[in-house]
């Protein structure tokens, strides 16, 4: 695999590329292309969302900036320190970082917010890249299944070696550690799958293990 820096021009996958030169015409003002990452340059914890969402991230530029799934990761982050403030709504909001970086597995907004599996593929170089960049000691929290499966193939290692399920802890390579959450998406906030209490658990211990 061919590791890449973060290219906000990219069309390797022809179905999204299309996908957002449409959505480009009917909201012209939306930022529409491939979401950067963001964050602390050297952080000790890298947080994997799915892709960027259509009024959301893919509107404003910035991971989860406008996603109703960032109202809880952002709220969150504040929380525990990894943000200065609680609330994260537009590229010049005066958000900050400390210690933390936010990315996708897909950068591009996919139809649906589904991306298929070559998509996944194609752009797992990117988080390679992101990988490769972290510390020894770092930690990452993959936020649902295709985050998951996606560090996983990043670091060449087996997904079967290492079963998603929320809260799970897996031990990498560098002495860093893949932990789990589910997405903290509308649905399952809305149906309870993932609750705040759940959420806040899972930073806990993160700032546990950042502290020890």
Request: aromatic share 8%.
């Given at each position: 695999m061919n590791i890449l820096p973060f290219?906000?021009?990219?069309?390797?996958?022809k179905r999204l590329?299309?996908?957002l030169d449409s959505v480009h015409e009917e909201y012209p003002d939306y930022h529409a292309r491939p979401v950067a990452p963001v964050g602390d340059d050297n952080p000790q914890l890298l947080i994997v969302g799915l892709a960027p969402g259509m009024h959301g991230a893919n509107?404003?530029?910035r991971p989860f900036t406008?996603?109703?799934a960032g109202i809880l990761l952002y709220k969150?982050?504040?929380e525990f320190g990894f943000s200065n403030q609680a609330t994260s709504s537009h590229v010049g909001d005066g958000l900050v970082l400390r210690g933390c970086r936010i990315t996708n597995a897909v950068?591009?907004?996919p139809p649906q917010n589904k991306p298929l599996g070559d998509e996944i593929k194609s752009c797992n170089s990117y988080l390679e890249s992101e990988l490769q960049q972290l510390g020894e000691g770092a930690l990452i929290l993959a936020l649902g299944t295709v985050?998951?499966?996606?560090?996983l193939r990043a670091k060449g290692l087996r997904a079967a070696a290492y079963p998603f399920g929320h809260g799970r802890e897996h031990e990498l390579s560098r002495e860093q550690c893949l932990i789990d959450s589910y997405h903290c998406s509308r649905y399952n906030t809305q149906t309870r799958r993932l609750t705040e209490v759940m959420f806040r658990d899972i930073f806990a211990r993160i700032r546990q293990r950042l502290s020890a």
């Open positions: 290219d906000q021009n990219c069309r390797r996958c590329a299309s996908f509107a404003t530029g406008g996603d109703y969150t982050l504040h950068k591009c907004l985050a998951h499966n996606a560090v």
